[in-house]
């Protein structure tokens, strides 16, 4: 099946600061790809559309000051969550489909993001 | 919008049991239905879907589930429970039309040798 891969794996990084994952689909073009939170022992909960070109299309309730997402190419979405604080400590995966709405959603490998 | 509740969010079965988790979706047309799961610290891997095709969906690893529009559900069962059987299961769904996936609360299924 297709890959999608994310990076970084896991990262730490102080209170403020601001943090960039990466969102990648590997052997196939991606225009839309999706950016979920999944809190321990939780569900994915999703956040935001991403969409080739133009600009996220952000779930209610999310701040999207605060989740910055870029999708400047079609193999390429990047998630900047700005001015970090320890509650936005979570696992964020990202996904991509190769069709339509029946098809398979392949998945990143998530990025546990700690704020200290 | 639509929505999928998952019945359960542990269940527990000796190895060799049948394993069923249960799944409900609300929506006034059948929407496309997933079952996929995932283990500790991976991303998700799907493990069957339905699509308007057949209503009993043969899936990875032995599992399959069935699409039932009168009871709204798409249960996820296994004949016999394996030790690796131990994840954490979503069921999730799309409108048609629509592109984004969202996701039941999910269930964690434990293996008891």
């Known amino acids: 099946g297709a890959v999608v891969s994310q990076h970084p794996s896991w990262v730490i990084c102080k209170s403020g600061t601001s943090v960039k994952i990466e969102c990648r689909s590997l052997?196939?073009?991606?225009?839309?790809m999706f950016w979920y939170r999944q809190f321990p022992k939780q569900s994915l909960m999703l956040m935001a559309t991403?969409?080739?070109?133009?600009?996220?299309?952000?779930e209610q309730g999310v701040e999207k000051d605060k989740f910055l997402i870029n999708h400047a190419s079609l193999t390429l979405s990047t998630l900047t969550v700005t001015s970090a604080h320890p509650e936005d400590s979570s696992f964020y995966i990202c996904s991509a489909r190769v069709g339509g709405p029946n098809t398979e959603a392949f998945f990143g490998q998530g990025t546990r993001l700690t704020v200290v | 919008a639509q929505s999928v509740t998952q019945l359960g969010s542990h269940v527990s079965v000796s190895e060799g049991a049948l394993v069923l988790l249960r799944c409900n979706y609300s929506?006034?047309?059948?929407?496309?239905l997933f079952w996929y799961v995932q283990y500790p610290n991976q991303g998700l891997q799907l493990l069957l879907k339905?699509?308007?095709?057949?209503?009993l969906v043969k899936g990875i690893n032995g599992f399959e589930a069935e699409f039932k529009k009168s009871e709204t559900s798409f249960h996820l069962t296994k004949p016999s429970a394996h030790m690796s059987d131990a994840a954490e299961y979503f069921c999730a769904v799309s409108e048609q039309g629509a592109q984004k996936l969202v996701f039941g609360q999910g269930t964690r299924l434990t293996i008891n040798p």
């Open positions: 339905y699509t308007s095709a057949a209503t």
């Open positions: 929506s006034s047309v059948p929407p496309y």
């Open positions: 052997d196939f073009q991606a225009t839309t």
């Open positions: 991403s969409n080739e070109g133009s600009k996220a299309t952000y």
